[in-house]
T-cell receptor, first 112, second 112 residues
Framework: AQSVSQHNHHVILSEAASLELGCNYS??????LFWYVQYPGQHLQLLLK??????LVKGIKGFEAEFIKSKFSFNLRKPSVQWSDTAEYFC??????????FGAGTTVTVRA | SQTIHQWPATLVQPVGSPLSLECTVE??????LYWYRQAAGRGLQLLFY??????ISSEVPQNLSASRPQDRQFILSSKKLLLSDSGFYLC???????????FGSGTRLTVV
């Protein structure tokens, strides 16, 4: 079954800095990929998703992610973060017909 | 449009007391339903999922149980809560896992 790994456990950066969070999935073939965001005290919300087509996917709030098939990666990026981007970010992939496999999550702290 | 309702939002229960958390989905039929738990620093843990009425798959052995008495209703229960049951419980639904999940707003359970 597919699984994902997220490289960074906790990232701390200043406002206006660029952000990149790593996500790798376990093996090739057709794959759908997701990034979810969880703001403090809230539930998970879909940030963006990749199904097929253009490997550069744009999501909400200025986030984007690039699917690189040769690297089994789906890294999340934002050119200039804001304090309101402080949150936990989860990468996910379908692990079988019914379930998503989530990464361990990356906590992002943006300092004003 | 589809919506997911989860209640209560917060709950403080004594050790040994019973638990019942409810989740309902509107605007869709035969959804896949999921219960997740987030404990502090432990990421997302899939507890149960259901692909139809009366069909429950358990992912982690514990003192929790789940039931799906109606197509769009998913209930998480316990007969006797433990301190270790504290956490943030999230319900989610999907029509097809390839399209990802939509999460409910979550229930923060504190067992005292």
């Amino acid at each position: 079954a597919q699984s994902v790994s997220q490289h960074n456990h906790h990232v701390i950066l200043s406002e206006a800095a660029s952000l990149e969070l790593g996500c790798n999935y376990s093996y090739g073939g057709t794959v759908n990929l997701f990034w979810y965001v969880q703001y403090p005290g809230q539930h998970l919300q879909l940030l963006l998703k990749y199904f097929s087509g253009d490997p550069l996917v744009k999501g909400i709030k200025g986030f984007e992610a690039e699917f690189i098939k040769s690297k089994f990666s789906f890294n999340l990026r934002k050119p200039s973060v804001q304090w309101s981007d402080t949150a936990e970010y989860f990468c996910a992939v379908p692990s079988n017909d019914y379930k998503l496999s989530f990464g361990a999550g990356t906590t992002v702290t943006v300092r004003a | 449009s589809q919506t997911i309702h989860q209640w209560p939002a917060t709950l403080v229960q004594p050790v040994g007391s019973p638990l019942s958390l409810e989740c309902t989905v509107e605007g869709t039929s035969n959804p896949n339903l999921y219960w997740y738990r987030q404990a502090a620093g432990r990421g997302l843990q899939l507890l149960f999922y259901s692909v139809g009425i009366g069909q429950i798959s358990s992912e982690v052995p514990q003192n929790l149980s789940a039931s799906r008495p109606q197509d769009r209703q998913f209930i998480l229960s316990s007969k006797k809560l433990l301190l270790s049951d504290s956490g943030f419980y999230l319900c989610a639904w999907s029509v097809q896992v390839d399209y990802g999940y939509t999460f409910g707003s979550g229930t923060r359970l504190t067992v005292v």
